[in-house]
């Protein structure tokens, strides 16, 4: 089983900008699709990005055009882009295998105020 560490999370000013990394470990997960999920408190958790293991990708509505997800097969990673953050991108940002999930690991926290 894969463990995943998510980093590069922070606090950031609307419109401002941040790059999440996951790092797998142990096991490679280049032959899954993969997965960005965000958590508000008191809120169901969200995916926001996915992503095949050819890197063909899909976004929700609400991020699509803001958020880029992308993967390093060399590196065993998957990043998530974003841009042009608002106050609602607020939450916990995980990874996970899209399909065949392993457990959730503690994330990082993302906070869009002034």
């Known amino acids: 089983q894969v463990q995943l560490v998510e980093s590069g999370g922070g606090l950031v000013q609307p419109g401002g900008s941040l790059r999440l990394k996951c790092v797998g470990f142990g096991k490679s997960i280049g032959g899954n699709s993969m997965g960005w999920y965000r958590q508000a408190p008191g809120k169901q958790r969200e995916v926001v990005a996915t992503i095949t293991p050819g890197s063909a990708t899909d976004y929700p509505d609400s991020v699509r055009g803001r958020f880029t997800i992308s993967r390093d097969l060399t590196k065993n990673t998957v990043s998530l882009q974003m841009n042009s953050l608002k106050p609602e991108d607020t939450g916990i940002y995980y990874c996970?295998?899209?399909?065949?999930?392993?457990?959730w690991g503690v994330g990082t926290q993302v906070t869009v105020d002034s």
């Open positions: 996970n295998l899209q399909y065949a999930p392993v457990p």
